[in-house]
T-cell receptor, first 115, second 112 residues
Framework: GENVEQHPSTLSVQEGDSAVIKCTYSDSASNYFPWYKQELGKRPQLIIDIRSNVGEKKDQRIAVTLNKTAKHFSLHITETQPEDSAVYFC??????????????FGTGTRLQVTL | NAGVTQTPKFRVLKTGQSMTLLCAQD?????MYWYRQDPGMGLRLIHY???????AKGEVPDGYNVSRLKKQNFLLGLESAAPSQTSVYFC???????????FGSGTRLTVV
């Protein structure tokens, strides 16, 4: 089955700096790569996702890049703010319309944005 | 539109006791999932369902059973709870044409 590795496990940045979280996956058939943000005591929430036919996707201060050849994808957060502090999870799955997507998650990165 | 609702939110069980966690979604989603979240281990898939009356094993199914008698509900059962099942349990759902999961708010279970 799929295996997703995520690094680093903790990341501390100063407000305004950029943060990068990296993930690798093992199954070359995986084609869907979402990122979830989980605040303390809350549910994971989807913040951005990318499909294998796209190399990069941006949404305001958040961007995700995908390298299918190397089987890795990354989350980039620019101009970090204190409200970005949370645990971030990457995930991977094989996803086609009409079939269930079983997400395999990374182990999470605790991001702390300091003033 | 409540999304995905999990009950209960907290529970303490004694070793050997049984319980059922309920997940209900009002989005007419086909696919439903149960994950457990443990520190440093991310979210791991326990069981999932691709439609009413169907269930399948995930990555860590041992000690759990599930049922999906109605499309909107997905139940997770622990027949004989063990301390190793102390965890936060999340239910999630997604539709046939959707990609991202919608998660419930979680159930924090402690087995003593």
């Amino acid at each position: 089955g799929e295996n997703v590795e995520q690094h680093p496990s903790t990341l501390s940045v100063q407000e305004g700096d950029s943060a990068v979280i990296k993930c690798t996956y093992s199954d070359s058939a995986s084609n869907y790569f979402p990122w979830y943000k989980q605040e303390l005591g809350k549910r994971p929430q989807l913040i951005i996702d990318i499909r294998s036919n796209v190399g990069e996707k941006k949404d305001q201060r958040i961007a995700v890049t995908l390298n299918k050849t190397a089987k890795h994808f990354s989350l980039h957060i620019t101009e970090t703010q204190p409200e970005d502090s949370a645990v971030y999870f990457c995930a991977a799955s094989i996803r086609y319309t009409g079939t269930a997507s079983k997400l395999t998650f990374g182990t999470g990165t605790r991001l702390q944005v300091t003033l | 539109n409540a999304g995905v609702t999990q009950t209960p939110k907290f529970r303490v069980l004694k070793t050997g006791q049984s319980m059922t966690l309920l997940c209900a979604q009002d989005m007419n989603h086909e696919y439903m999932y149960w994950y457990r979240q443990d520190p440093g281990m991310g979210l791991r898939l326990i069981h999932y369902s691709v439609g009413e009356g169907t269930t399948a094993k995930g990555e860590v199914p041992d000690g759990y059973n599930v049922s999906r008698l109605k499309k909107q509900n997905f139940l997770l059962g622990l027949e004989s709870a063990a301390p190793s099942q102390t965890s936060v349990y999340f239910c999630a759902s997604t539709g046939e044409f959707d990609y991202g999961y919608t998660f419930g708010s979680g159930t924090r279970l402690t087995v003593v």
